[in-house]
Each structure stands twice: as C-alpha cells, then as structure tokens.
C-alpha cells in the first residue's frame, strides 16, 4: 500500500510528476512571494531566514540558503515578481506522517511585476470580513500552503470594492488581511497583531518592525481587538508586492495618510534591499 | 500579471500542469478516500453526498455526481483503495481570489487494499495529542486538502507506538483521531464530538449514526471534554478503510471491546454498501 497502482488525471492515466505530491495532498509546504528588481530579491535575506525557519518547523530538508539565489539565476534580468513553493515532494508512503525521507521539490514561478500603485493617492478601502482565522500555534506565522481560509475570504469579498479585508482569529482578535500584514497607529504608537496563534510573519511586516525601532517609533506587536480599527488614527497594510499601503478608507470612514505611515513608507521604499 | 511568464521545477522549466493548479497552491479541493470491493465503491452514495457538499461551500463545479461512478471505471475489478482529489483547477488569476471559472481537476489514485486487521483481537491504543485543531466553521466538517494538522499530529506520534492520535480543539473540546472521527459510549450511550468548528464529517461517522439509529442505541453529537475519554466504557474509531475499529487502550489503561461496539461493528461489516 505505499505507492500508488494507478493513477488517473481527469480520467487519463498519468505517470507519478506532481500526482503524489505531499503539497498537493495536504498542503504540506511553504511559498515565498518575491519582488526581483534589477536581477536581485528584495530582502532576500528575510526571506531565506523565514523559509529555513518554516522547514526547521514542518521538518522539510531543504538547503533554503540556496533556494533564493537559484531562483534569482533562474528568473533572468527583468523586473518580476516570483512565487517560490517549496514542497516536502512526493509521499513515500500513504497517510498523513511524514517518513523523513522525501526528497523536497521546488517550484518557481514568474509573474510580471504589477505598476507599483500611486501610493500617495491610491484609495485603499478595507472592510472587516465575517469569517475567522483558526487558531493553532504549531502552524502560526508560517507562510505555509493552508491557504482555503484566504480563498473563502476572498470569496466573501465578491462584491465588495474594497481593497483588503480584515481578519479575526476565532477567538476574536484582529489578526491581519486576506494577504496583508496589519498595523495600526494610536497616538503615535505603531500596533500590530502578534502572528503565534494564526496569521504569517510577513516580510514586509519585519522590515516595518525594524525600520520603526529605526526611527524612533515605538512599537508593539499586541493582541488587539477589532474595536483598535475604529480608534486608530493611521491604519496600513503591509506585503512584499505592495510594501507599506496606506488605508484611506475603512467602512464609511475616511482616513489620511498619516506621518508614521508617510514616514516608514518613504524609509522602506528608498532602501536598496 | 495574470499568467506565469516562466515556471520552473526544482530549476528546469517546465510547462503549466499541475504547476498553477489552485490544490497545490492554496490546498483549493477536496478529497475521497474510497474503498473498491468488487468493482462497486462502498457507501458510494454518502461519498458522493459529501463531495457534493464540499465542492458546493467551495463554490467549485463539479458534477459529483459522475465522479464516483467515473472512479469505479477506471479503477478495475481488483479491490482496492482508491484516492479522488478534486480540485478547483489551474489558477486563472494570480491570488487567493477563485474566479469562477477555474476548470475543476479530478486525479484518482488507486492503492493496494491492505489486508482487514482481525478486528476481534487487534490492539489498537490511542493517545491524546498536544497538538490542536484551529477552528473555522466555514472548513468544518469538510474533507479538503488543508491537512497540515494532520501531518503535524502524525509528526508527534513519531516515537508512540499508539495506532492513533486523539486531538482537541483550539478551545479545549475533543474532535477527532488524526485519521479517524472519534466515538466513545458512556452507559450504554453512543456520544461523537459535533464536526461544525474542526473535524471532519467522516461517512463511517455518518454509517455509525444511521445503523445506532436502527438498532435503537441512543446516540448524540456533542460537545465533548477530554476527560470524557477517561470516564468511556467503550471507544472506538472509524473512517472508510477501518471500519469500526475498537479501541483497546487509552494511555495505561485497557478497554474491553464492549456491546455497542461490538454490534455497531457487526451490522457494518455486513452491510452491502
């Protein structure tokens, strides 16, 4: 019973490729989205320590330190933004334990860069979305291939304008956006969830952190309550592609682009990496 | 930035396959585990009833219908175990949101059906795990491709020699085995942990409630503690390839295959289909 007798795709036999792959099984893995300006990613070295940390967790043998220069050799000269999916490969064995033997796969994939958005002027509306995050710590902060409660999020957006939607976890917590990283500024103070129960330590997110402690800004991360939207003066999401999106609009309120936001904005836009 | 302009594995390109299909990116589908006896999938309706349902609160359109039948085709007259995942398709678009029109993917594979354990005798201990389940009613109960849990429960069990691990969820209530629903009988009561915040509604489960109903065993979804485990006359387990498997040892202690068990055990093994 460990390898497969047969195995059919949409009523074709097919050899073995990708059919008993642990990614596509259980979602067992890891993606990185990538921003490659001038043949070069960006906080390449965040991302290489994020994915080493996600294998360390999940158990998956990869040399990580090399993933992100193969794939900047691969990817060529121009401005792109890449998808790197790191699988634990395909099942030795049926069920769902791990035998420690699988040889992990890597896919590369390549995507014209998006126009980076008028960020000044972008209108940026985010809604808080009816459904949860599950909580479970053993999985939180890794930005690992679970990703059906992102795509039912998406789905509830169907007929929404709105740029972004908010997350809480289940035990009713701001947690983050559909594929942001959330912050917060009250009073001059930065907040944003703590990403241990649900949620992915962002990239973006780290470098916000750092350059915050940087310039001076106090931060926390910090369990917060959905009412923290309502109160805060400056909100702004944060991921690779988009960097630091200032909101300007959350339900019906209007909302400037505050000095913590312009200011770790500028910061993070004129670093070289 | 709606296609890949370039896609590699493990650094040599490749073309689309399997490589933008949304189950290895997200864990977008859904699966069967089936077990082929003479040509005919057991319980094919309720199989067929479940993967309806899944693929319909994921808004992916299949005709489940067919899909069953289709896999008893293909599969052959040996018995065997069969595994369907059903997906919603290659990505149409880059990101979490489906489109709509994603082309749903069926890959069957087909395994060696490993011999019946002799039910009567075999030792089967259980543990309880550390780990947890998040919980999130809009996943609840579905059979889809998010299983990281589950490889990290199976993971904690790599030095037990327990057959099965018992897991609770985030907020402290029992759920379900790693592979199993989870069934435990208290004065002559038939109790199963409620599948509407983590589990899955396992057609053995579904089995094991239609045939205590005939037989007039008084039988509840519940919301169960852990300590339950402790205060059970009988625990067993089930999904489609065991059967109804006793349990026969809970940590120290040994459990007797009782009644309920043991003609709920009886009248399944018996049934046609």
Request: hydrophobic share 45%.
């Amino acid at each position: 019973m460990r390898q497969a007798t047969g195995i059919w795709l949409d009523g074709v036999p097919v050899g073995d490729a990708w059919a008993q792959d642990r990614g596509l099984h259980y979602g067992d893995g890891l993606f990185e989205t990538l921003v490659l300006r001038q043949g070069r990613i960006r906080f390449r070295e965040l991302h290489t320590a994020r994915l080493a940390e996600g294998c360390e967790r999940l158990g998956i043998r990869l040399d990580a330190a090399s993933a992100l220069p193969a794939a900047e050799r691969l990817a060529g000269a121009q401005d792109a933004l890449l998808k790197l999916i790191v699988t634990r490969g395909s099942a030795v064995a049926r069920g769902y334990a791990p035998t420690g033997t699988e040889i992990p796969r890597q896919l590369l994939l390549r995507y014209a860069l998006p126009p980076a958005p008028d960020a000044e002027d972008a209108a940026t509306g985010v809604i808080v979305l009816k459904a949860t995050l599950g909580e479970n710590r053993l999985l939180a902060g890794m930005k690992h291939l679970n990703r059906l409660e992102q795509v039912l999020a998406r789905a509830e957006m169907r007929d929404s304008s709105a740029f972004e939607g908010i997350l809480c976890s289940s035990s009713g917590l701001l947690a983050c956006g559909t594929m942001t990283n959330l912050f917060l500024v009250h009073e001059g103070v930065l907040r944003t969830p703590r990403v241990d129960r649900c949620g992915i330590a962002g990239v973006m997110r780290a470098v916000v952190l750092r350059e915050a402690a940087r310039a001076g800004i106090p931060a926390e991360q910090a369990d917060l309550l959905p009412q923290a939207l309502a109160s805060a003066q400056e909100i702004f999401l944060t991921n690779a592609r988009l960097g630091v999106r200032a909101v300007t609009q959350l339900g019906e309120r209007r909302l400037p682009v505050g000095p913590v936001t312009h200011e770790l904005r500028s910061r993070i836009a004129s670093l070289d990496a």
